[in-house]
Every structure is written in C-alpha cells, then in structure tokens.
C-alpha cells in the first residue's frame, strides 16, 4: 500500500494488566451504534454476547513441579495482548470478501464494513488471523474495529486507547508511531506471524513474550 | 461468535481463505436500525462510587434524555503528576448498569417468606410510613435505639445523599447502634494498631517505592484490586518503571496481574500460612552475620519485646505508672514470652522456627527462605508491603503482625524506599457530607458480628464479642438488633459470611424488620420487608471525592444528573426525609434546605477546607458553576516515609509504650482476659481462636494444618477480587460478565488429579454450603489451592448438594465461608475456606 495515510495500534504488553476497559469502553460506544436504544428503561442496553471489537488475551504458561517437603518448583508466566483490528496493509479479510463489503480506506488505511453490502457470510472473520471481523448475529452483518475515525476526525484517539487505564494503548498513523515508538519488539505470542497479513500494530514485547503457552481465556475472547 | 484458536489455525488459512457459504440477511426486522435525527449531545458529570478506592469521574452523554455512551477523564494532558482519571472496566459499563433490567422502579412491599423474592409494589407514602410505624415502635422499646443498625453500605460513596442519611434520620429519634471496623481490614487494623499504633494504612507512599532496593510484597495486588487509572495500580506501575531493576519478589497464592513480568520472581504460599513463612524468614534474619550490628541497636531502641529483657523494662515503667490500664497490662506481662525465644526455640520455646519447619507449612523452600532473609538485611531500604488478603483469615491478626515484623527486624525502617509493611499511605481530597448528628447510643459491635446480635445482642459483651462502650468486660449490650436499613449494602447476605445462616436468621426472626434501599435487585434485598427504589449515579447530583485508595492523585467530582430520575425512584436522602416527615422530625431532617440548597452549603464547605487548596481548575464561586465544570484535581504530593517520624525525629507512636511493640501489652491482657479457645471461662473450642502478646503462627479451623477437615475438604479455596466486579457491585452486568469470566481457577496438577477440565462444572461444598461454579484449569494457582473471584450473587436454585444444602447456581463464595468472629478484632475470617468438590 502508497497511500499516504495509515493508522495503527501500539500496544505495550510491559504494561497492560488485562483490565478491559478498552473491551468494554469499545462496547459502549460501538454497541450503541449498531443497536436501536430508544428506550433502554424498557428494554435495557444489548449484551451483544460474543461480539468483542476489541479482545485481550491472556496468554501464559509455565511448568510445576512438586519439590521436597511439598515445596512449590514453578516457571509460571503470564501476560495479556489487547488487539482490536490492526487495520493491515494486505487484509485477508478484504481478499475473502465476497463482495467487496470489506474495503480498506484509500484515505487513512482503516479497514471498513460497508453493511449494505455484507451478506453476513463470514468470511473475512475466517480469514482473519487475527478474529477482527465479529459477526453481528441479530443483524446477520459483520462488524469490526472502525478505527473510531469519527473520533480521529475531531483530533481525538479511539475509544479503547483514551480508555487505557494503564496507558498501554495508543493510535495514530504509523509513521508517527514508528517516530515515537520505533518498530517495537516484533509480535510476540499470541499474534500470529506478521508475514501474514502486514498488520499496522507496533508491539512492545512483555519480558515473559517469547515462552511457549497457550490462551489462557478463551472464554473472553 | 464461534471461536477459533487464535494462531493455530491462521497459518493453515493464510491468505486462502474461501467463501464457503453466505446467509443473505433474512430478519427484516433486524436490518441496520435507522438512525435517529442529529440533535445536540449533552455531557454530565458523574463518578463511580463503589468500594474500590477510587471514585473515577465519569463524563455521560446523553440525547434526548437517553444515555447514549460514557467517556471518563480527558480534560488535561495526560502527564503523570496531575494526569487523567481513567475508569476501568466497570465505570466504563455504567450505561448498562443504569438501564439495568434488574433497577428496582417503585417501592415494594414484602408478601412471600423472607428471600423468596414476593414482593408487591406500594406507593412511597405507604412505604415510608410502614417504615415510620416500625421504627417508632422500636425506638418506643426499652433500649430501643441499641435496637435499630445500619447495616455497613460501601456501595456508593455519595458525599450528599449518601446512606449517612438514615443516620441522620435515626439520630434525630434517639440514634442508632455503632459498628466498628471493616470487612476490608479489620484484622490489619487491630494488628497495625498493636504493633505501630497505626490503623494498617500508614505504609510510605507508593511513590517512594522509586528508592527501595528490594521490594517484598504479600498478597499485594494493587493492579486487580485498584484498577483506577490514576489509583494506587497506575502509581505501582509508574514507580516500579521509574525503578527499572529493582528486585520484586511476589508472594501469592495466585499469579496475579500485578506480576506479568513486573516481578522478579513469584513464590505461591498457600493460603493463611503466611505467619509461618515470616518466622521462619525472621528465624534466618536474626542468624544473619549482619543482625547484630545492623538490626538489633535499632530494634532495642525503637521496640518491645524483642528480649526478655525489653519487656522486663516495659513492665515496670507500666507497673510505676499512675495509669490504671497500664497497671493492669503490668499485672499480666510475661517476659519469658520474648519474640527471639519464641523465634529461636529458647526459654519456655521448645522448637525453633526454621526454615525447614517452615517450608513444610507454607510451601515456600528452605533455599528461598534463607534468600529472601538475606536480602531484607543486606538491602539498604527495603519496601515491605502486605496486602489484606492475608488480614482476612482465621486468626489472620497473627498473620499481619508476623508479617510486620519482619520490617523492624531490618532496622532500616524510616529510610525512604523502605516501608512496614502496612498498605502505602494515600491522601485524598476533602469533601463535605451530609452531617449525620450526635448518636446518643454510646455501644459499639464490630461490623462482623450484626447477624449475632439479631439473637444475641442482649448477652453479648465485651469479653465474647469485643463489644466497645459498655462498661467492664461483663457489661451485655442488652438488645438485640430488631430493624435493619442496608442501603447501598450487600452485606445484607452476599457480602457476609455464612449466606446460608444469615437467610435462616432472616427467616426465622420474627421481631426483625429489615429495609432495603438500592438500585437493583440484589441478593439481599429479596430479604427486606420493605424494598425502596434509590435513584442511580447518572440520576444524581451530588459531591463526592476520590476516596481512599486514589493514589497520589486527589480530585472531586461535581455531579450533575444526566437523566430525569427514572420510574418511582428517589435519592437516599428524599428517602430518608419523608420518613422523617413521617415521624414528625421532617423539619429538623431537612433543615430548611432543599436539595439545591444542601449542595451548595457542602460545596461552599468544601471550597474552604484548606486541603483543598490549588485544585485544578480553581473552584468557582457557586456548586452550579462548579457542576457545570464537573472535575476538579490536586495533586496531593503523597511522599509518607512509614514511622520516619518515630525513628528520626523522635515523635512517639500512639502504642501504650510509644514504640514498637512486637510484644503487645494490649493483646497480653486481652489474652488473659478475653473468651478464647481454652480461656478458663466460656471456651469458645474453636481451633485457633487464642491470642498470644507475640505474634504467633497458629493452626486455625479449615486452615492448611487443620487435621480435622483436611479429610473431608482437602482443597484450600482462595477467594479475590476479581476485576469484573467491585465486591458484589456490578455483578448484573452483562457486558462485565462476558469480558471477566466467573470461573474457580485449578492448577494443571489438580485438574489431572480431579479429572477435571476447562469448561467443566463442579459443585464445591462444605458443612457450610455448596456452589456450583465452571472451572479453568490455569497454571496462575497454586496446586492444592482452588481460587475463585468473590462477590458473585447468591442464586439458590432447586437441588440439593452434597451437604443438604440447596446449590447456590451463582457461585456466591459466602455460600462456603464461616461466621466465626476474628480472636482479637472480631473481624470476618472470610478467605479461610476447605471444600470437597463433585463433577457435575
């Protein structure tokens, strides 16, 4: 991609605690914009069970062994990874669409659901590495991380990254992430090699990143 | 939607991936929603006001009188100093919490058995006067104010309409019985007070973990417990980045999210053995080459008890005093009963408590005991730090003073970057609240012990059940609690221990009149008699502080409400004014004011209080402006140096001898003279229920060595605070449930051994009760530990467990907790559970 604009994510894994106030901030907003909420004294404000714009996995492992006298032996780890939508430079959600709903923006990079055209097929969350695409199942059409481009049309950051309780979050184009922030560490577990999509997300790897684990929260996510 | 494992199967899909079937869209009434006509967005300020330390601002957008999203703290640069105050997680799901399908809309009244949850809706003319009925004819009792209890309420910190209003309501018919301490911190408290003569939240400053060279905390958590963007979690984080390469040794039965790599090395300990542990680490300090130059000049000047000796002299400067107290302390003080013959197995000490005793209890090795001994005598400011997890145990007093201990055994306390071992100390801004009037009820129960007095309070004294402001030890209490108000409050039955014998108390007392006045329908509240609707915090306006664990940061938010007060709802303070009306004591209750002119009487109040001084931005002249501003901040400059003032300028500590007492003359008397396990008198016969004038590890009821039930319930159940809800706030919320999964935490060992599996459920019971709950096997728990987040809401269903008792479906963990009051603070000892567990 040449455009002259494209947004993108940092994440900091030295400091994100998996609090998920980005993953429920994210719901507030979005949640709001793709339900009808004329009357929540009525009828509350949708759940929307399942549908997670924004994700943080917990990933750890580590071995235990009992030691003399019932003493604990223990290489235990653990770290979160808050991922949204990494807006990339060769979607595979885009490429899987089948009818050109999944577009990605000439003007800042951001990958969009246009929902007149979604036919609710799925297919880009199967391309997805990294589960962006969330199905809308009342609605049958997708919905994904919009990079809150109306909130950076008025100079402010996405929802989940002015949310950050820990300020392991930021957004902005990449060359100015790569300004502040450099090319980061590389893309520990749990993402997925960045060969396959050319995500636009700069990662500080957590000092436990790099151990072999598994998702520990798979519920969440 | 369904899942996929997130990697595993992206490197097969790469960028092949195939449409494989579209379903058009078919719901035409589910097609994308119209949306509704621009109009102008409203912001309003309102804040969270849970239990969690910190009361986060929160920005509210609504149109058309409708919640539409809520923002947090964004009004500054964000530079760490005077930064934002980010909500976590909770404050940020508040729109759902307001429009809660559970909101309680109208004033109810009670017509099924008590818990059954049948309830009809009555007018609040009606309700408020049943309620004035009740009350006067309680109070018309002899004794009758000793008779009517608030129950504790830690569910909304308003500044204004707070549940302080029914105290004021009750001090103006006669008041109401007291209640001292905490189910946060009652153990700690007694035990901070008897070893510092501080209330256990007078460690240094957060900020001054910058200088520690070796940090050692137990059950510390700051980033689960305190989530606040600009909490006590965000100022750990913040020193610990400023310290790059200070050592952080973690002790915990859990791998928490206070580690994630911010730790050096993490120890699991099993739950309640931490005394152990800290004498055996104490064992290894005064055996270190550098104790007797370095630790014990400092110890023999600044405590007591260390040696025969110190107590010795103690004794006959209380003996010469012409204080009675002290006198009596003098009677009862045994100097063979000196921590280093306690510790070294010397004197009337038979064993020692090594290392290899220790390892065997605590599950902490020989080898990392010693390491961490030699590290605390050769760092040269060492940060100890314990968190209340450990205060909240059978004989958890024991606990916390062992813990502290090792503190003044470095010598090095009153340096800057070491601390005592009480949580860091923390200022707040000030603000005014509704003045509550003089209570002429003098007696005080601990908080723990309200259920009891519902039977018991008029035998109940202060040598049973620490009972303060009667006179003598034998003096009862002499009524028994006969109308209860939990406004704000889960107490009720969630948040107290036993669920199952508080329902049964309920049930059972006939005489007992319980109102309950919050937003929801909470577990508790399907007990009241009467139900009233409180207005929620996007209804409110009111004025309210940062709280008591907001870190350096201090702020006051000026809420204005965002929505019209939805149904029949009205504020806590309208509530408790028309019962006051009712009982012909409305005009004195109200003062004259209405609401607008209350709120601005405490803002004019607050405006002057000089610790408020050079808030940012400057307060206006009036509370409108000031609403219409919204947020106000201060840093406080938090920069305590726990007991620096004692150690280097002298000053003496608020403890009968003015210093450190490792022997305490308060406990030795109350060991001599207090119902115990074998006291002369009334033994209680419950294990572990002593008080010693030393700290001492002691095998409790349910506890790791409690040889009667390890058989029956050979799994330990740590329970904590999970992030998904603040205690019992916020459990009926969906979006926090989906992003916080309610699951008891298994070691891989376990799983294997128990043949259990994620996603499996299981029933865990005792005597006590029984849950069912789902399991994820992680490898963040100890084996042998299972570890569930508390403050799930009780949710009897219709089968029996294992024990006879009805399955609680919500996974409540007081379902499996004991009413048995704490030795010395009478305080809740509610993480010292055993289970047995079933598949089911």
């Given at each position: 991609m040449t455009e002259a604009t494209q947004y993108g994510f940092y994440v900091d894994s030295t400091k994100c605690t998996g609090c998920k106030a980005c993953h429920v901030s994210c719901k507030d907003r979005q949640g709001n914009e793709i339900r009808n909420n004329t009357n929540p004294e009525q009828n509350g404000v949708p759940a929307l069970n399942g549908v997670t714009w924004r994700r943080v996995y917990e990933y750890g492992g580590g071995q235990w062994t009992e030691g003399q006298n019932g003493c604990f032996e223990q290489s235990v780890f653990a770290y979160y990874m808050s991922i949204g939508c990494n807006h990339c430079s060769e979607p595979v959600c885009v490429k899987a669409c089948p009818t050109g709903a999944m577009h990605k923006r000439r003007e800042d990079g951001l990958v969009h659901v246009a929902q007149d055209l979604c036919i609710g097929c799925e297919s880009c969350a199967r391309a997805c590495p990294y589960d962006a695409p969330q199905i809308d199942r009342e609605r049958k059409v997708m919905t994904k991380c919009d990079g809150c481009f109306e909130r950076i049309a008025e100079g402010r950051k996405p929802v989940c990254v002015e949310s950050c309780p820990l300020r392991a979050l930021d957004f902005d184009t990449m060359d100015n992430l790569r300004a502040k922030y450099g090319n980061g560490d590389g893309h520990i577990a749990p993402l997925p090699p960045e060969s396959i999509t050319s995500p636009n997300l700069i990662i500080k790897a957590n000092v436990n990143g790099g151990q072999g684990g598994d998702i520990l929260n798979p519920t969440e996510v | 939607m369904e899942r996929r494992s997130f990697l595993k199967m992206s490197a097969a899909l790469g960028c092949a991936a195939t449409v494989t079937g579209c379903n058009s869209s078919s719901d035409d009434a589910n097609v994308i929603p119209p949306q509704p006509p621009v109009t102008d967005e409203v912001v309003n300020w309102s804040s969270c006001l849970v239990n969690c330390g910190s009361n986060c601002p929160i920005k509210v957008f609504t149109k058309d009188g409708i919640v539409t999203r809520v923002e947090t703290d964004h009004e500054v640069e964000d530079n760490y100093g005077l930064h934002q105050v980010r909500a976590c997680a909770r404050g940020r799901s508040l729109r759902q919490r307001n429009y809660?399908?559970?909101?309680?809309?109208?004033?109810?009244?009670?017509?099924?058995?008590?818990?059954?949850?049948?309830?009809?809706?009555?007018?609040?003319?009606?309700?408020?006067?049943?309620?004035?009925?009740?009350?006067?004819?309680?109070?018309?009792?002899?004794?009758?104010?000793?008779?009517?209890?608030?129950?504790?309420?830690?569910?909304?910190y308003y500044g204004f309409a707070s549940n302080a209003c029914f105290n004021r309501l009750f001090n103006l018919n006669g008041g109401c019985l007291n209640a001292y301490g905490n189910y946060s911190w009652a153990q700690q408290m007694e035990a901070a007070k008897h070893t510092f003569g501080t209330g256990s939240t007078a460690g240094s400053s957060t900020i001054t973990i910058e200088d520690s060279d070796f940090f050692l905390g137990v059950a510390y958590n700051p980033s689960e417990i305190r989530q606040s963007g600009s909490g006590e979690g965000y100022d750990y984080l913040q020193a610990l980045q400023r310290n790059n390469g200070l050592e952080v040794v973690m002790i915990d039965p859990r791998y928490t999210d206070s580690m994630l790599g911010k730790e050096s090395s993490w120890l699991p300990i099993r739950p309640g053995t931490d005394a152990a542990f800290a004498e055996a680490v104490a064992h290894e300090m005064i055996n270190h080459a550098n104790f007797d130059s370095q630790s014990l000049p400092f110890v023999l000047e600044h405590s007591v008890g260390f040696n025969?000796?110190?107590?010795?002299?103690?004794?006959?400067?209380?003996?010469?005093?012409?204080?009675?107290?002290?006198?009596?302390?003098?009677?009862?003080?045994?100097?063979?009963?000196?921590?280093?013959?306690?510790?070294?197995?010397?004197?009337?000490?038979?064993?020692?408590?090594?290392?290899?005793?220790?390892?065997?209890?605590?599950?902490?090795?020989?080898?990392k005991i010693r390491y961490i001994a030699g590290?605390?005598?050769?760092?040269?400011?060492?940060?100890?730090?314990?968190?209340a997890g450990v205060n909240r145990q059978a004989n958890g007093e024991q606990s916390m003073r062992a813990l502290y201990m090792l503190s003044v055994l470095t010598g090095k306390l009153g340096t800057r970057g070491a601390s005592n071992g009480e949580l860091p100390s923390m200022s707040s801004m000030s603000r005014a609240g509704i003045p509550t009037g003089k209570n002429e009820v003098k007696e005080s129960i601990s908080f723990f012990t309200w259920s009891e007095?519902?039977?018991?309070?008029?035998?109940?004294?202060?040598?049973?059940?620490?009972?303060?402001?009667?006179?003598?030890?034998?003096?009862?209490?002499?009524?028994?609690?006969?109308?209860?108000?939990?406004?704000?409050?889960?107490?009720?039955?969630?948040?107290?221990?036993?669920?199952?014998?508080?329902?049964?108390?309920?049930?059972?007392?006939?005489?007992?009149?319980?109102?309950?006045?919050?937003?929801?329908?909470?577990?508790?509240?399907?007990?009241?008699?009467?139900?009233?609707?409180?207005?929620?915090?996007?209804?409110s306006n009111d004025l309210v502080n940062d709280s008591y664990a907001s870190g350096s940061l201090g702020y006051l938010t000026a809420m204005s409400s965002s929505v019209e007060s939805m149904w029949d709802c009205k504020s806590m303070y309208e509530a408790a004014a028309m019962i006051a009306d009712k009982m012909g004591v409305g005009a004195a209750f109200r003062d004259g004011k209405n609401e607008e002119e209350w709120l601005e009487e405490l803002y004019q109040s607050t405006k002057a209080n000089s610790n408020n001084i050079n808030v940012s931005p400057a307060f206006p002249a009036t509370y409108k402006e000031a609403q219409k501003i919204g947020f106000f901040r201060k840093n406080m400059n938090d920069n305590h140096v726990s007991l620096q003032s004692f150690v280097k300028d002298g000053k003496p500590l608020s403890t009968p001898s003015g210093k450190i007492e490792i022997y305490s003359a308060e406990l030795a008397w109350r060991a001599a003279n207090w119902d115990q396990e074998n006291s002369a008198q009334n033994p209680t016969g419950v294990k572990g229920d002593t008080i010693t004038a030393i700290p001492q590890y002691t095998v409790t009821w349910d506890g790791y060595e409690d040889e009667d039930a390890k058989q029956d319930y050979p799994i330990q159940l740590a329970g904590y605070h999970t992030k998904g809800r603040t205690h019992s706030s916020y459990h009926n919320v969906p979006w926090l449930r989906e992003a916080v999964e309610d699951a008891v935490w298994v070691n891989p060992m376990d799983g294997a051994k128990h043949g259990l599996s994620s996603g499996d459920k299981i029933e865990m019971y005792n005597e006590r009760g029984s849950v069912e709950v789902t399991v994820r096997i992680t490898p963040r728990v100890a084996p042998g530990v299972f570890a569930l987040g508390q403050g799930a809401w009780y949710n009897p269903g219709n089968k029996r467990g294992s024990t006879g008792h009805i399955i609680d479906e919500g996974g409540a963990i007081n379902s499996l907790t004991r009413y048995q009051p704490s030795p010395v603070a009478k305080g809740n000892p509610q993480h010292t559970i055993r289970v047995a567990i079933k598949k089911i």
């Open positions: - | 809660a399908v559970d909101r309680l809309k109208t004033p109810m009244k009670r017509v099924g058995e008590r818990g059954k949850a049948e309830f009809v809706p009555i007018s609040w003319d009606e309700a408020t006067s049943i309620i004035a009925e009740k009350l006067s004819a309680v109070y018309a009792q002899e004794n009758g104010a000793k008779s009517v209890f608030r129950s504790y309420g830690s569910g909304a025969k000796q110190s107590i010795e002299d103690q004794k006959a400067i209380f003996a010469a005093s012409d204080d009675a107290t002290k006198q009596e302390y003098a009677k009862v003080m045994n100097s063979d009963e000196n921590y280093q013959d306690y510790i070294l197995g010397k004197g009337i000490y038979t064993d020692a408590k090594t290392p290899e005793w220790a390892e065997k209890i605590c599950g902490i090795s020989a080898e590290k605390l005598m050769t760092a040269k400011a060492p940060y100890i730090v314990v968190g007095a519902i039977n018991h309070g008029e035998t109940m004294t202060a040598r049973s059940h620490g009972v303060r402001g009667t006179d003598g030890l034998d003096t009862p209490l002499g009524a028994n609690i006969k109308f209860i108000l939990s406004a704000s409050d889960s107490s009720l039955l969630n948040q107290h221990a036993e669920i199952n014998k508080t329902a049964d108390i309920f049930r059972n007392a006939e005489d007992l009149f319980i109102v309950s006045c919050d937003c929801w329908m909470t577990p508790g509240a399907k007990f009241a008699d009467i139900i009233l609707p409180d207005t929620s915090w996007l209804e």
